[in-house]
């Protein structure tokens, strides 16, 4: 690609993809609303909060792809949570349409169905069942991806993101793992294919322990590689196993399904 955008670029996963999806294109164009520091010989940078349309719409201009991982991506108050994760979802698709219709990744998350309990495998067809307002907020957004491909044909792939860090850190994460790699693979093949679509991807490496089918994107030719089971023994002999009844050993959101709805102070 010529130009390739990263929203939330500041983030955890925007830091390390700054790094790794260089060769994939001429030009990195990054943007958050925190800072970015100096840009690096082929990258352009952007300060953008998503709720302002009109630097949205200055971000995807001229863009070939784009990498959205922008947006508030925990449990806080709808207050908080609606400016970039609703509006500023809105304005990232309008700003595609108008703009030749750039190839999408969209950064779902786990949390759409995590009131499923981890004992429940799941296909891409399945229901969502959001535990808390950040999951909502994803609702929103993979819907949102959803009627701009049928209205519009804008191709998205709506990836719900398990536990993305660079090892397996705790039990739960033995059927959530991503990782880096197979993350990095995933955004290769999105922007290679012939045909994406708007396929919901489950994000998550090849896990003994998975919960998720992968089957109905199999057409897109991705396979992970990794697996958390390979650190399994370092999580036995380090990570307390958590009592059976956890919310954390129960569903599969977690912890975020004993969040309780967060309200601003009036």
């Known amino acids: 690609m010529k130009r390739l955008l990263i929203t939330g670029a500041a983030g955890a996963l925007g830091q390390m993809l700054r790094e790794r999806l260089a060769p994939m294109a001429e030009v990195l164009r990054l943007s958050d609303i925190s ?9 352009e940078v952007f300060t953008c909060d998503l709720a302002n349309e009109e630097a949205v719409f200055d971000i995807v201009a001229d863009c070939d792809g784009i990498v959205h991982l922008g947006g508030v991506s925990v449990e806080r108050s709808f207050d908080q949570i609606s400016p970039a994760n609703l509006r500023g979802v809105y304005n990232l698709y309008e700003a595609a349409r108008v703009n030749g219709m750039p190839r999408i990744l969209f950064a779902s998350t ?14 891409a067809s399945d229901p969502v069942r959001p535990d808390g307002l950040y999951g909502v907020s994803k609702v929103f957004g993979e819907a949102m991806a959803r009627m701009y491909y049928d209205k ?14 660079p090892e397996p850190k705790d039990w739960r994460a033995l059927g959530s793992w991503f990782s880096h790699d197979d993350f990095v693979s995933l955004i290769g ?7 994406l679509g708007c396929p919901i991807i489950w994000g998550a490496s090849k896990n003994d322990a998975g919960w ?9 030719g991705w396979e992970p590689q990794d697996n958390a089971a390979d650190h399994l023994d370092r999580i036995v002999s380090e990570v307390p196993r958590p009592a059976k009844n956890a919310p954390v050993a129960v569903y599969q959101g977690g912890s975020f399904t004993a969040e309780p709805i967060h309200r601003e102070k009036k």
């Not at 044909?153 to 860090?165: F, H, K, N, W």
């Not at 998720?212 to 897109?220: M, Q």
């Open 152 to 165: 519009f044909g804008q191709e998205t792939a709506i990836v719900r993101i398990g536990s993305c860090t």
């Open 110 to 123: 786990n949390h759409t169905i995590g009131f499923y309990k981890q004992d429940q495998r799941l296909h």
């Open 189 to 195: 093949t999105v922007f290679r294919v012939p045909r």
């Open 212 to 220: 998720w089918d992968n089957s109905a994107a199999g057409y897109l």
């Open 35 to 43: 800072d970015l520091g100096r840009p690096a010989k082929n990258e």
